[in-house]
């Protein structure tokens, strides 16, 4: 906890990247250490007489965080039109070059992390993800939130005693903070000013955070530990902060989710990669 109070502010760096179409999403496993290394096949989905979705399948090969392999998939499914529009920031953590660029892939707000993706490029919930020592691997970003914002992320961590917080406000003033029995929201302070009973594990879950106004729902997994009443947050400036882990597909929505959205962003434990997936 110590370490987290004392960890170091985030510096952000935005630079532009051209809106790309959202992919379909895929399936990853890999026991290999070997970085992108990787051959795909594909193939199409049969159609039903009121929707039609095309999915596609892909093998790559990533380093693996913790000492087990990880595989996932997942498939389209029905996303209310205003996870489209209000979609702020999406990172995909798909990121694996000699760059330290994590891509936004909406455009506006990449972020930095402190040393080369492809050094930190591991196998994730959804394709690739980026893995963090729990001291100075951090990802600096700048995304601005509301009073009615939500970030969602998939997080798998390797050591969940360490209290390790899935994103902070600027300077670490405010953060979520993942322990072993609950979630924790810090106020630059030792002591948590909210917490959530939950028991940690080394899977990959779903973390939802809802801010409606004064009052913090959070979510693992689409499913509510219940809404608390704290001042309201303008910023997520880090990603990672003291995690020992991974993260990947990470979120930012200018709207409050409904819990039928948080489900089909959840996806049956597959998660999606795609910004706006078919209707």
């Known amino acids: 906890l110590s370490s987290i109070s004392s960890s170091t502010s985030s510096s952000t ?6 809106t790309s179409s959202s992919t379909s999403s895929s ?7 070997e970085i992108r290394s990787s051959s795909s096949s594909s193939s199409s989905s049969t159609s039903s007489s009121t929707s039609s979705s095309t999915s596609s399948s892909s093998s790559s090969s990533h380093p693996v965080v913790g000492s087990e392999s990880s595989s996932s998939s997942s498939s389209s499914s029905y ?3 205003d996870l489209c529009t209000d979609l702020v ?9 000699a760059s330290v660029v994590v ?3 909406i455009g506006a707000y990449n972020g930095t992390a402190q040393q080369d993706t492809e050094d930190i490029d591991v196998v994730g919930k959804i394709n690739g993800a980026l893995s963090f020592n729990g001291s100075t691997d951090i990802i600096a970003v700048n995304v601005p939130l509301n009073s ?3 970030i969602s992320a998939w997080a798998k961590l390797t050591n969940p005693n360490a209290y390790p917080a899935l994103f902070s406000t600027a300077n670490a003033s405010n953060y979520l903070a993942i322990g072993p029995t609950k979630l924790y929201f810090y106020n630059g302070v030792i002591t948590p000013q909210l917490s959530w009973d939950y028991a940690v594990d080394t899977d990959w879950h779903y973390y939802t955070f809802i801010q409606n106004g004064s009052s913090i729902t959070l979510y693992v997994d689409g499913n509510s530990l219940g809404t608390r009443t704290y001042g309201g947050l303008s910023s997520m400036a880090t990603l990672g902060l003291s995690i020992n882990g991974a993260i990947d597909d990470v979120r930012v929505y200018d709207c409050i989710l409904d819990i039928s959205q948080i489900t089909a962003l959840y996806n049956s434990n597959n998660g999606t990669e795609d910004d706006c997936p078919p209707l």
């Open 27 to 33: 399936t990853s496993s890999s026991s290999s250490t």
């Open 103 to 105: 891509t936004d892939n």
């Open 89 to 97: 920031a999406h990172y995909k953590m798909n990121d694996n070059a």
């Open 148 to 150: 009615q914002s939500s």
């Open 13 to 18: 760096s935005s630079s532009s990247s051209s």
């Open 79 to 81: 996303v209310p039109p």
